[in-house]
């Protein structure tokens, strides 16, 4: 490859989207627009004949390297068999309210949190990692959720009590006392 | 500074500092006595904390780390706090005083056995090499993170939805910051900030012991500042409580709340 | 580029990020490790010896494609993509003891580094390159801190092994000297 395609193609690459070919021009000031479009072209046909598992493309009014259609598949199904998945900050703090304060309904939690977490609350359930336990008395009957088996083992956790500095929280966490 | 200096120190605040403006904050600093004004430039680079700045104090010195003359050493180093206006920042005072007290020790008289002195630089030369060594990587690290930012990485991101069907990866370690996290922002008041500061009895001991080998009594008032901090406050207390134990001085009270009266115990001498 | 080749280069392309060997294995379940080994060493040499404007590395136990350094002032200077900052040489101090000292409470940092890092910590946590690994016996439970898979990333590495043992140091600790 020449000076001018190996630059174009390091430059692609590190673009979190697709350059414009005015915007490419701003990389090498002495070279020509049509030097640049004979270069992307090699580039391109680079690709293609000799046979890589990337191409070129051009998208929106710019270009961009992209991982050919027939390995996408492949790559999703490795991703999801070899990097497990992290609870996002929002759903480990209704996680943790919910361990040490359980059964609990929605509305502590929001009142702990300060946030809707309706669909928090979907999300831990569809991974099986809290359910409902019950229901509360008073209006509404609202439904009570707690963990499962699942959390346990998630933690290494032979029983609940087995979580660290439960006092302390269970003292933080405590219902606000009723107004009389 | 030489290898050991960061490039952001050495592109950090320089200050110059002309002979005049030297004696200028010798004048202002009655405690530290006059030194032979400085006839050059000197540039002051700006520092990471109190052992950096002794570290290159030593280095600038070009003195032995194993064997530094601490008294010139903590003069120039109440020198440069002074010049770089550091006065309010709490950690280079605490060394400031730490050297200061060391060249107390350095004065007493070592009496008797040689062997069983100890000198006491031996602690500051264990934390200024560990301070130096982990200097030492930081020079590996920052090579190495440079060398890395030279070279972009991939910044497309394709489009994957979050799969439920994915594995979690979940630890014990992530829960409790979450805790930590929903701590900080319900109930304040079972937030308890908790001061990082060990007592210093060895410290107090041996001041002690140099104020009286040389006066051969003080009192409370004298060994302890009136604004002293209540780690100061707890290591005097439990050394005079240890030399007492020792034998070495006698503690009396006159009368309630009266200063404690301390004084040089020679009956554990002659025994 | 046989197959197996081209697969990798579209993996490891689609992946911001170091992809982890497990990841490549689970990638080409038919391919043994030794397979999956030439095939990489294969995309290397393609990349060196072809002349890209991208090379293979071996980072924090995967493998990235990045670009090579000869080409970033000019990428940077036509707008394409940014470098990041710099950490400061505070960071960096607290950041080696971390690395070299882990799992390692905030209080035994300040010890070395005779400085308050309470903010420090919790910049470095914000940007991923430490995190809470559990919590010390004792008094208040403190909170212990280690290095991530983005510190190693950030600083090219490929395991923390890669860091010069202690006694590797040019300064070795020695014993204080003996009085005279």
């Given at each position: 490859m020449i000076h001018l395609v190996k630059l174009l193609e390091a430059a692609l690459f590190a673009s979190p989207r697709p350059v414009p070919v005015e915007e490419l021009t701003a990389l090498a000031s002495e070279a020509s627009p049509a030097e640049i479009a004979s270069a992307l072209d090699a580039l391109r046909v680079h690709y293609d004949v000799d046979g890589h598992g990337v191409e070129l493309a051009e998208i929106g009014g710019g270009w961009q390297i992209l991982t050919r259609a027939e390995y996408t598949g492949a790559i999703e199904r490795a991703q999801l068999a070899a990097r497990p998945q992290r609870l996002s900050a929002a759903a480990l703090e209704t996680l943790a309210i919910i361990a040490y304060r359980q059964p609990i309904g929605r509305m502590e939690v929001e009142e702990i949190r300060g946030v809707a977490v309706g669909s928090i609350l979907k999300s831990l359930q569809e991974r099986a990692l809290i359910d409902v336990v019950g229901r509360a008395e008073g209006l509404g009957r609202p439904l009570l959720y707690g963990t499962t088996p699942l959390f346990l083992e998630q933690f290494a956790l032979r029983h609940l009590e087995e979580l660290p500095r439960a006092d302390e929280l269970a003292i933080a966490l405590r219902p606000a006392p009723q107004p009389l | 500074m030489g290898a050991v200096m960061t490039e952001e120190q050495a592109q950090g605040p320089q200050v110059g500092v002309h002979a005049e403006s030297v004696t200028l904050v010798m004048e202002a600093v009655p405690a530290v006595a006059p030194v032979q004004p400085v006839s050059f430039l000197v540039d002051l680079p700006a520092y990471a904390g109190p052992l950096d700045l002794l570290l290159s104090l030593i280095r600038d010195e070009k003195v032995d780390i194993y064997d530094i003359p601490i008294a010139h050493i903590a003069r120039q180093f109440l020198l440069r706090v002074r010049v770089l206006q550091l006065n309010d920042a709490a950690e280079y005072l605490e060394l400031a005083a730490r050297l200061l007290r060391i060249k107390a020790q350095m004065l007493l008289p070592r009496h008797g056995e040689m062997e069983k002195w100890e000198d006491p630089r031996a602690e500051l030369v264990r934390r200024l090499l560990e301070y130096q060594q982990m200097r030492e990587v930081v020079d590996i690290l920052e090579r190495r993170g440079d060398e890395r930012r030279s070279r972009f990485a991939r910044a497309w991101l394709q489009e994957s939805g979050e799969s439920v069907a994915a594995p979690l990866s979940l630890s014990l370690g992530e829960l409790l910051t979450a805790v930590d996290r929903i701590l900080r922002v319900t109930r304040e008041p079972t937030v308890h900030t908790i001061v990082a500061r060990t007592l210093d009895v060895a410290g107090a001991i041996a001041m002690v012991r140099s104020v009286i080998a040389e006066r051969r009594n003080a009192r409370w008032g004298e060994l302890v500042a009136?604004?002293?901090?209540p780690w100061q406050i707890l290591s005097m207390l439990l050394a005079l409580l240890e030399l007492a134990k020792l034998g070495e001085l006698r503690l009396a009270q006159p009368?309630?709340?009266?200063s404690v009266e301390i004084e040089h115990d020679s009956s554990g001498e002659a025994a």
């Open positions: - | 009136r604004d002293a901090e009368r309630p709340f009266a």
